[in-house]
């Protein structure tokens, strides 16, 4: 199963070049969920928003997608994000897609759930989460937490 696992705003913002880890916001409450949902798993992330992680995270299998030549024992990097999606669109495993825009995009085609924590109000950045409505996606449920609400889409 693919799924993504994304926050973004009222606006579908989800990032920020110019902050400490990328994001537009400071959320505790859905960095947990993030990290609840995450360990354990396979993630999937561009070489950008690696780089403002700045490390892999613990206890997760952590697929770097880099067209550069980038080397990092700690990580498996592959440079074809398609090989992936289609190793793991018939596998029994779990792989979360955890960005960045660019990634995002090109992974909808290939998605099975989207987990996305709507952070309320608008917010200042410079990377949004691509329309995915076309794709089919359909709302399932909405979990409500205490800074944001948890919106899962399937298809």
Known sequence: MINIIVAMDNNQLIGKEDSVNGLPWQNKEDLQHFKNTTIHQTILMGYNTYKAIGRPLP????IIVCFEEFDDERVEV???LEDVLN?????DET???CG????YKQSLPY????FISRIPGEHDGDAYFPDFMQYG?????VIPHETFDLQIYSR
């Open 87 to 91: 190793e793991y669109k018939g596998s």
């Open 111 to 114: 998605v099975d759930q989207l």
């Open 137 to 141: 996606f359909k709302l399932k449920e």
């Open 95 to 97: 792989l979360y897609i």
């Open 100 to 103: 960045g825009a660019s990634i």
């Open 59 to 62: 206890n997760r299998k952590t």
């Open 78 to 80: 592959r440079t074809s």
